[in-house]
């Protein structure tokens, strides 16, 4: 049998979901080479801390490969949040907005997920120049979007950690 999540969530919510996800899709299509912006290259892992020479052939033969797969990971979530999303035009004070819809997700979907606002928030990090947990300021409003992807992601681990069949193998 085939699990599948299902998480509750606000048109809004998924609007701005779909719209940072599309961003980042965006960002990864613009990007030729990572280490030319360093949110980018926060995506792509050293493979070698104590030499430059292994670090830069490992991410010369790893970084496409590994950004084209946050790219499909970013296409399958906005086919995800697609069904979920307000009729466009919205104006801000469409109560559409504030209606609770469900995003069902399976298996593949929710681990696409998980990488995705994990890799958002990460290029978030980089641009407000969080690199420790000294350098976020939860009152700086600029802060917001960064700690609400970190909520949306607890909640997301919450929820596959509550079920127990995402538990066997």
Known sequence: MTRELVMAITRIEALHLSQMTEQFRDLLEATTDASSDDAVARLVPEGYRDDDDAAREFRHLTERELLDRRHTDAETVLGILGPTLPAMPVTPDDPALTEEVVVHASAEDVSALLRTLSAIRLVL?????????????????RFGIYDWLGYRLDSLITAIDADPDSHDS
């Not at 990090?125 to 409003?141: C, E, F």
């Open 125 to 141: 990090a980089t641009r407000l120049g969080i690199q420790a947990d000294d350098d976020h300021d939860s009152t700086d409003p």
